[in-house]
Nanobody, 118 residues
Framework: QVQFMESGGGLVQPGESLRLSCTVS??????VGWYRQAPGKQRELVAR???????????FVAGRFTISADTDSDPEKDFVYLQMNSLTHEDTAVYYC??????????WGQGTQVTVSS
């Protein structure tokens, strides 16, 4: 059973930073990362790491966010982080930790709210 533990969301002002953390366990994963969903919008990719080496970022990240992962320190868990800097109102969303199983199944965490407001 795949399990997630997410943390790090909150309320910040424009220009501030947040760091999201996710612990995922229960399977081997081909990719881990973060998606987000704003009110009234579809869920969209923020950033992901494929095969522990290839990183993908959405265009809107524009160099502001950095994804990192630790898949070696604990054989039963993967740790995924998203450092978000220079946050804007448009970054307000629920952020979901994501893991892609090696068999092709996608798994999602419960989500953590990020609100950017002045």
């Amino acid at each position: 059973q795949v399990q997630f533990m997410e943390s790090g969301g909150g309320l910040v002002q424009p220009g501030e930073s947040l760091r999201l953390s996710c612990t995922v366990s229960g399977s081997a994963f081909a990719a881990v990362g973060w998606y987000r969903q704003a009110p009234g919008k579809q869920r969209e990719l923020v950033a992901r790491i494929i095969a522990n080496s290839i990183t993908n970022y959405a265009d809107f990240v524009a160099g502001r966010f950095t994804i990192s992962a630790d898949t070696d320190s604990d054989p039963e868990k993967d740790f995924v982080y998203l450092q978000m800097n220079s946050l804007t109102h448009e970054d307000t969303a629920v952020y979901y930790c994501y893991a892609a199983g090696v068999g092709g199944t996608n798994y999602w965490g419960q989500g953590t709210q990020v609100t950017v407001s002045s």
